[in-house]
């Protein structure tokens, strides 16, 4: 297996555009969550998805953050509009159910820098 | 509001002694702990877990300590190798996040030769 495979690995766009990260989790895992690395937060949780469904969005910092889950295989987390506050590295990983004792599997992360 | 705590931003350790990694959480709920180990450019890769009805697990050079009253645990490499310099992440998982994983912020580690 590829593993959880994120797209693009590094992005730099300027203020007020709009980025989309993609992520195709490990196939026959149910949960996808997407997280955000920054040195003052750590790793935090901003969605998770069960079964193509959104289920926690609580950690989304703003409306400018949104993700979708069309299918099994691909999720995406759009902001629009960008700012640089924004700029951390974004993990997508997948498991084969929510529960953590299941362990995640973390794709290489997107580093989104916006300037 | 962080409930996953890792104090130290940066450890540093000599090959061959003992290091020993902290974590504290607020959440009495929480009943299943997990260490993660991450490179960098590399995503976080799942190291050793301990369940609330432990208080120890073992795993090679790894072990994890629980301590639920103290709200406290703790990872122990011994002995420590160069190629164990990573940051660790400590997480837990309770029915009150969905099960959902929460993270601390991550604690550096330098194996120096």
């Known amino acids: 297996d590829a593993g959880v495979i994120q797209s693009p690995r590094h992005e730099v766009t300027e203020m007020g555009q709009e980025v989309t990260l993609r992520c195709k989790p490990i196939s026959g895992h149910n949960s996808l969550f997407w997280y955000r690395q920054t040195m003052m937060r750590g790793l935090e949780l901003l969605i998770y998805?069960?079964?193509?469904?959104?289920?926690?969005d609580s950690g989304m910092p703003e409306d400018r953050f949104s993700a979708k889950m069309p299918n099994a295989s691909f999720s995406t987390l759009k902001i629009q509009p960008s700012e640089p506050r924004d700029s951390a590295v974004y993990f997508c990983?997948?498991?084969?159910?929510?529960?953590?004792?299941?362990?995640?599997?973390f794709g290489s992360g997107t580093r989104l820098t916006v300037v | 509001d962080q409930q996953v705590k890792q104090n130290s931003p940066s450890l540093s350790v000599q090959e061959g002694r003992i290091s020993i990694l902290n974590c504290d959480y607020t959440n009495s709920m929480f009943d299943y702990f997990l260490w993660y180990k991450k490179y960098p450019a590399e995503g976080p890769t799942f190291l050793i877990s301990i369940s609330s009805i432990k208080d120890k697990n073992e795993d090679g050079r790894f072990t994890v300590f629980l301590n639920k009253s103290a709200k406290h645990l703790s990872l122990h490499i011994v002995p420590s190798q160069p190629g164990d310099s990573a940051v660790y992440f400590c997480a837990a998982s309770g029915e009150n996040s969905g099960y959902a994983l929460n993270f601390g912020k991550g604690t550096s580690l330098l194996v120096t030769p």
């Open positions: 998805f069960n079964n193509n469904v959104p289920i926690d």
């Open positions: 990983a997948s498991s084969p159910m929510v529960a953590g004792w299941y362990g995640y599997t």
